[in-house]
């Protein structure tokens, strides 16, 4: 069993990222790594378009500086100039084919998720040459594409259905050999550099997610990924008892005092409350 408590920060803002709880129990002789960021030589401004963004004095000032005359008509909600939305750490999804250049396919889980069940399933999944394995999230008019991007942009219009259906981040399969035959990060770094106005959407790297997989997503069974466990305080719990992984995206995440109560035991089982590394993160028993 191995327990880390560490909050990954870098003396420049949008390196910052959340705080990570990870126990691996039953190794079964499985191999692990822990890598630093800078071990991945590749992610330089001349390669990364974010970070090249990152070098722009009006973006920091966007970002960076909390005044009135960076106001955009999104002003009033802070999250639209949070840097966390630019932090590598959340764009490192996207290199997954460089990160790993050995393997053909890998399973991406968020740090906000539990694993219930043997996830070796998805190795038999028959991805029909698609390059994302991902739970989609629409029902009724939620989650289509129009709530993630500008289609009143002639880009995004031209391109994609306002009426697709979008997908969650958390818990992805994917194939890194389609990838790779699509070029999948090339397509996510013309999107990127084609949004350094903050044009095409807004926010984070489930928009970007969405037009760089956007006809190369599987559709997996919904029992593979249960999601809204920090927002949506309705979900039923047979569909938590049926669900591989269950996600604690959104604001009330089990470790803090928010954290809705029905869903707390779901995490707090598993977390060895006499570790030295958890009782550095300053957390109490429940």
């Keep these: 069993m191995v327990s880390l408590c560490q909050p990954w920060s870098r003396s420049y803002s949008p390196y910052l990222n959340e705080m990570v709880i990870i126990r691996l129990m039953d190794l079964q002789g499985a191999h692990y790594e822990v890598k630093a960021y800078e071990d991945y030589k590749f992610l330089n401004s001349s390669y990364v378009p974010v970070l090249r963004q990152l070098e722009s004095a009006n973006l920091q000032k966007f970002y960076f500086e909390n005044k009135l005359e960076n106001a955009t008509k999104d002003a009033s909600n802070m999250k639209f100039r949070n840097p966390k939305y630019l932090s590598m750490l959340n764009h490192l999804r ?3 084919p460089e990160m790993y250049p050995k393997l ?5 889980l968020d ?3 539990v694993v219930q069940r043997d996830l070796t399933g998805l190795w038999k999944i028959d991805m029909d040459g698609k390059v994302n394995g991902a739970v989609e999230t629409c029902f009724g008019s939620f989650h289509r594409y129009w709530q993630y991007m500008n289609f009143s942009h002639p880009l995004i219009k031209a391109k994609f259905n306002p009426n697709a259906c979008g997908w ?3 818990m992805n399969f994917f194939d890194l050999n389609s990838w790779r035959r699509e070029k999948s990060t090339e397509q996510y770094h013309y999107w990127q550099t084609q949004n350094e106005n903050r044009l095409l959407w807004k926010l984070g790297t489930l928009p970007p997610g969405l037009i760089t997989f956007y006809s190369t997503t599987k559709p ?3 029992s593979w990924h249960v999601l809204g466990l920090g927002y949506n305080p ?3 719990m047979e569909e938590i008892r049926n669900a591989a992984v269950v996600h604690f995206n959104g604001n009330m995440k089990p470790w803090l005092d928010i954290g809705m109560n029905q869903f707390r035991q779901l995490w707090t089982k598993y977390v060895d409350y006499d570790d030295s590394f958890i009782r550095q993160c300053n957390f109490a028993p429940p």
């Design 94 to 96: 996207f290199y997954l």
């Design 104 to 108: 053909q396919k890998i399973l991406f």
């Design 111 to 113: 740090d906000d998720v």
């Design 168 to 170: 969650a981040y958390g």
């Design 220 to 222: 997996l069974d919904k």
């Design 234 to 236: 309705s979900i039923s």
